[in-house]
């Protein structure tokens, strides 16, 4: 088994709009499918950073992130329940610092600025909180 460094939990403001993602094929994908692992107990592993993530956002669950209803959290509450988390039978969650949490940023896409093969369901208006006390 992997020795994982870190955990994230993600949390954000939900709107529930309808969404299509804008991604454009003539610039180089930063966070291809194939850098990660999606494993059966709804996380991801990161291979290039070793880093390990919760695949749904907070509130959230089903094989492609469809159950359920996001939570609203600010970020002490964020920071907080990370903290408390056992999802996925870890108790080491934690959020990401800012640096983390942009190395997850597919930047061939908008509106969201992620893989959604690898997190699905996110829509563009999420709010991610990362463990970095400024922004």
Known sequence: MFNYLLFI???FIWV???FAQDCYDNIRKTSPTTRFTV???ATVLDKQS???WKRC???ISGQNCHQ???IELDWEQAKQQA???DFAGYHDWRLPSIKELAGIVELSCRE???NLEVFPNIPPSSVIWSGSPLA
């Open 68 to 70: 359920g209803e996001a």
């Open 9 to 11: 939990l993600l949390s």
């Open 83 to 85: 903290k408390d988390s």
């Open 16 to 18: 529930q709009v309808a």
């Open 50 to 52: 070793d880093l390990m």
């Open 112 to 114: 969201p600025a992620i």
């Open 39 to 41: 494993n059966d107990d």
């Open 57 to 59: 956002l907070e509130g």
